[in-house]
């Protein structure tokens, strides 16, 4: 079975990669800025703490598919 084209996945990374770019402004930034915390941990640090090893995760997700699509296309 072939896996994901390289073209499909270089429009994918660009599309993840502006999606990450939002999360981290002002519209997402101002939702999670409240006085609420998660075990004790304040909503918009936890937003970052679990935001960032998720995006690495989809870098990572990325990279494989990139390392093992066929070279010829």
């Known amino acids: 079975m072939k896996g994901p084209k390289i073209p499909q996945i270089r429009e994918a990374w660009v599309l993840f990669f502006v999606m990450g770019m939002i999360m981290i402004n002002y519209p997402f930034i101002h939702i ?27 870098v990572a997700i990325f990279a494989h598919l990139l390392e093992n699509a066929p070279q010829d296309q």
């Open 32 to 58: 999670f800025n409240k006085d609420i915390s998660i075990f004790g941990i304040p909503l918009l640090v936890f937003y970052f703490l679990a935001g960032w090893p998720l995006s690495i995760f989809v």
